[in-house]
């Protein structure tokens, strides 16, 4: 991986701590950048300013807190199955980060079925927070769970399908061959600017976006939670440890879907190759391995600031309004794109 | 054994398949919900029960009283002026309108009327509690359904109000300042510039709700259609302010009763929706709060001079009768039945308020909608706890 | 079947010019009509208000003639008011002196009244722009009163609350539950010999607290205060 030789148990060691800044990092920047301090800025407040400069240790004044906090678990509920739903959403998490390249070394995994690990693998949250409202023993926690379990699995469709369209262009299932293609290729033979799947799957990139803000219950898609109603739907019975876990899991899933948006529409970790006259990702040189990831956490921050805007603009669905809005708008949406791609891609 | 059990098994389970394909209706147990009295949509300590088949509820009771403080009984003990302090609390939101009809009440009892700069304060503080409560209202009719935005630019732009009001009154919230026979005191210095200033920057909100919250299309689809109520079933509940006049009934009591207040000295309009649905109630809130605006211009620059309390005596005695006056609250219609006996203190007050009569439609408006339409149809009815409750 | 009463019949203040107040002797003169010997006595205020008092059996009937032949379609209220005059007085009486001598005679209000508690309500004619009081004598041995659930729809919460507080019986009204207290609660409060316990305890002005001023003029303050 680097130019010294390490020991096996010392990459894995590696890409354990790898893994865990890779999700962690992303939750806190997010949830300090934009949860506290933009979305205060653009509710005419200033947000958390006593813990730290401008706030900026309000994250671990949180984390603190609700770390103290008793752990309570009501009566009636199933007690194994409560302590386990909130672990298998952040499970989910770090298996969707896996296969995540941030540099042309810098990787956990490099398989060919990336794109499709990657799809399988974003489904096991949705078992998560369905076992958090069933098990929770409260007809509200019930009801957020029901909900869940519908707007999730209908909106993995209209991801899956958008994400097609660019593994039908890019030719590979596998992500860091996604990077390459899109750093490496043209424009209509100009390669001044790569070729970033946004441009040519700009469809399949918006419906992307609607479905990772759905995967994600966030508003306007937020009935699961729906906080007005629900008080907080399946995480109404969480306090403490638990509770910090479903926040981090939430934060984290948006910034590696994010990460995930960004390789295969923006072009990943790279800059267009021909900006320093590459041709493949063998070309690349080492220190891309340190810009990778910077540039990967700026392309995650753009979009998170996408997904976050509009959290707090919109009002919310209803159930049936969302489900129609998945089934009737989007998947044929995203269906026409895949045939359109399909045959462009056979022309040219 | 095993076989005979197997077999019963196998037809039990053969019988379910055949129910499933002929479509016989399961015998399903509704699920039974309490909305409250802890919840963040209600705006307080109600209490809904209601009973839903999967999403849909099938019967709906609120359970109000979780708030009640016995006003009635209390106004039976207290003097004249002791009452407003009481009924200041009823509707905390826009709490110079409850005091309004009482004082107009002993008035025409006492055969008093206050002098003329005492009625247009009196009416200019009256829509500027208007426009303080519905503009929470309208920042909270986003937050019921999910747009957590725009209730920090109403809270910023009702504090401009809240503070006019405590300059003139001494208090933001319960400002206790009509008297009977006028004011307590005069407009401080200067309240009129500011509170001109003020009412522009409350156009300016909302013409940002209108575009934040009316334009949205989410907001659209999850109010339009919802929650219609005819114009004879509000008429026979006593639905009262904005949810009468969005089921097109053209009835404002500012405009269609004669009071000594200043109402009849501007110009100004009466809005009507004629859908009736939760859209219609609040997009006529909206109408109002903008019209109020207006209203409380052009009372500010027809302002009389004089004094602000007329001749009364030192301890009130208002004289044997009954009166009734009611008035258009920011709620709804809010009035006061009042009977006294010649005393220092009333003998009966009956007080009609405008939530008790709205929410006492919600069992019939809510059966076959669905749960967030729950938590919309009671946004847009707009009721205040302690203005049911009393 | 509305019969317009005036011929403008337009949304502007109507206050008719005619002595009398030709409006509101119209409407009594209709509801005589209609009810017969079940209206008793009315009270009008010229340009301003009016009582019609009806028997309690004519409760509901004058209640559909409101709504039907006045045009009343719109309920603004019903409740009760409870005229005997409330054996505590106002809440002042000193605790340690025996409880001073009181005028227990019961005296009612406008358009009259017979008995103790009567029944009394307020319907308005959104298109008319006026509004009627009606009351009712509720019999003191008995006290029950028709249900107007099937007049005004908006009625049921009305009767829940009165039944609770005065403890009138509304026949056919089948769900007459508290309103707001809880189902255990004994008595009625709104009741004038139901005591305000807070006023029991602490008399006003509060006899146990108040100090006096130094210098002595306490009386003027105490009157002030009033």
């Known amino acids: 991986m680097i130019g010294v030789d390490v020991p096996y148990w010392a990459q894995s060691l590696l890409r354990v701590l790898g893994g865990t800044v890779a999700v962690l990092l992303p939750a806190g920047t997010i949830v300090y950048l934009f949860l506290f301090k933009m979305m205060s800025f ?51 998490t770090f298996l969707l980060v896996a296969v995540v390249p941030f540099g042309p070394d810098a990787y956990f995994t490099n398989f060919d079925a990336g794109v499709f690990y990657m799809l399988a693998v974003s489904s096991i949250s949705t078992l998560g927070i369905l076992i958090a409202g069933w098990s929770s023993a409260n007809k509200y926690s019930l009801l957020g769970g029901l909900r869940a379990a519908g707007q999730l699995i209908a909106y993995e469709l209209p991801m899956v399908l958008a994400v097609l369209g660019v593994v039908i262009q890019a030719e590979t299932m596998n992500m860091q061959g996604i990077v390459e293609r899109q750093n490496a ?59 910090l876990i479903f926040f981090i899991a939430e934060f984290a899933t948006a910034g590696v879907f994010a990460l995930i948006a960004s390789v295969l529409f923006l072009g990943g970790w790279g800059v267009p190759f021909s900006w320093f006259g590459w041709h493949t990702i063998d070309d690349v040189d080492d220190w891309m391995n340190i810009g990778g990831p910077l540039i990967m956490l700026t392309k995650m921050l753009v979009l998170t600031f996408l997904i976050m805007w509009i959290r707090f603009s919109y009002p919310r669905f209803r159930e049936d309004q969302l489900q129609r809005f998945a089934w009737k708008v989007l998947i044929p949406l995203a269906l026409l794109n895949i045939m359109v791609t399909a045959i462009l891609k056979v022309m040219f | 054994m095993t076989d005979l059990a197997d077999r019963q098994k196998l037809s039990y389970i053969a019988a379910q398949a055949a129910d499933a394909r002929l479509n016989v209706e399961l015998e399903t147990e509704g699920m039974t919900l309490n909305i409250g009295p802890q919840h963040p949509a209600t705006h307080g300590t109600l209490r809904i029960i209601v009973r ?131 004011l307590k005191d005069d407009l401080p210095a200067g309240w009129i510039t500011e509170t001109k200033q003020v009412m522009k920057k409350l156009r300016m909100f909302c013409d940002e709700m209108d575009d934040l ?17 005819p114009a004879d079933v509000a008429k026979q509940y006593g639905l009262s302010g904005a949810n009468l006049r969005a089921s097109g009934v053209d009835w404002d009591l500012r405009r269609d009763q004669t009071l000594p207040m200043a109402w009849d000295k501007v110009d100004w309009k009466v809005w009507t929706h004629p859908d009736g649905d939760c859209f219609a109630r609040c997009w006529v809130r909206l109408q109002e709060t903008r019209e109020a605006t207006k209203i409380v211009d052009q009372l500010l620059d027809t302002l009389p001079s004089g004094p602000v309390m007329a001749k009364v005596p030192r301890i009130i005695k208002v004289p044997e009768g009954e009166a009734w006056v009611s008035t258009e609250n920011p709620l709804g219609e809010m009035g006061y039945y009042v009977v006294s006996k010649g005393d220092l203190g009333p003998f009966r007050v009956k007080i009609r308020s405008a939530s008790f009569n709205n929410i006492s439609i919600v069992p019939w408006v809510l059966r076959g909608v669905y749960v967030p339409d729950v938590i919309s149809i009671l946004a847009s009815l707009y009721f205040i706890l302690g203005d049911i409750d009393r | 079947m509305v019969v317009p009463l005036s011929d403008t019949g337009s949304t502007e203040t109507e206050t008719l010019a005619l002595p009398g107040d030709g409006l509101r002797e119209g409407i009594v003169q209709r509801l005589r009509d209609a ?86 309500a307020r319907v308005t004619n959104v298109k008319e722009h006026f509004g009627v009081t009606i009351k009712a004598d509720i019999p003191d041995d008995h006290p029950v009163v028709d249900s107007w659930i099937s007049v005004y729809a908006g009625a049921n919460w009305h009767e829940r609350e009165a039944h609770e507080m005065f403890g009138i019986g509304f026949a056919g009204h089948n769900d007459l539950r508290n309103m707001y207290l809880p189902m255990e609660f004994e008595g009625h409060p709104m009741r004038k010999d139901f005591p305000l316990l807070a006023r029991i305890v602490k008399p006003w002005p509060g006899i146990v607290d108040v100090e006096q001023l130094p210098g002595g003029d306490d009386d003027e303050e105490e009157e002030a205060t009033t």
Not at chain 1, 67 to 78: F, G, N, T, V
Not at chain 2, 96 to 113: G, Q, W
Not at chain 2, 169 to 178: A, I, L, S, W, Y
Not at chain 3, 53 to 65: F, K, L, S
């Open chain 2, 52 to 182: 839903l088949d999967g999403e849909q509820v099938v019967w709906a009771e609120p359970s109000a009283g979780y708030m009640h403080r016995g006003y009635e009984k209390l106004t039976e003990v207290r003097t004249f002026p002791q009452v407003t302090t009481l009924i200041n609390r009823i509707d905390w939101l826009g709490s110079f309108a409850n005091e309004v009809p009482f004082i107009l009440a002993a008035e025409k009892l006492m055969d008093i009327e206050a002098p003329p700069r005492a009625q247009w304060i009196r009416t200019i503080l009256f829509e500027l509690s208007r426009i303080a409560n519905v503009g929470l209202f309208l920042g909270d009719l986003g937050v019921q359904l999910g747009a957590i935005t725009p209730v920090f630019f109403a809270f910023r732009d009702r504090e401009y109000v809240l503070n006019l009001i405590e300059a003139a009154t001494g208090g933001r919230f319960h400002p206790n300042f009509d008297r009977i026979g006028g």
């Open chain 3, 35 to 120: 009810l017969g010997a079940g209206v008793v006595d009315s009270l009008v205020k010229p340009g301003e208000d009016v009582w019609i008092r009806v028997t309690a059996e004519a409760w509901r009937a004058a209640g559909m003639a409101l709504r039907d032949i006045i045009g009343c379609e719109y309920f603004c209220f019903l409740s009760v008011i409870d005229w005997m005059p409330s054996p505590y007085g106002r809440g002042e009486d000193d605790p340690t002196q025996p409880p001073p001598e009181r005028d227990p005679t019961i005296r009612q209000g406008y358009a009259g009244g017979e008995t103790r508690m009567q029944i009394f």
């Open chain 1, 185 to 243: 290729g043209e424009i209509f033979g100009w390669n001044g600017l790569g070729n970033p799947y946004i441009l040519t799957q700009f469809i399949g990139f918006v419906i992307f976006m609607i479905a990772v803000q759905a995967e994600l219950t966030q508003t306007p898609f937020d009935m699961p939670i729906a906080e007005s109603e629900l008080v907080s739907g399946y995480m109404t019975e969480y306090s403490g440890f638990r509770f």
């Open chain 2, 213 to 229: 919250l009316f334009g949205n299309e989410i907001f659209q689809s999850r109010l339009r259609g919802i929650g219609v109520i």
């Open chain 1, 42 to 92: 653009m509710q005419s407040r200033l947000g958390p300013m006593e813990a730290g400069p401008y706030g900026s240790m309000q994250l671990f004044a949180e984390v603190g807190k609700w770390l103290q906090k008793e752990d309570i678990q009501p009566q009636k509920a199933d007690k194994q199955i409560f302590k386990l739903a909130p672990l298998i959403v952040l499970v989910s």
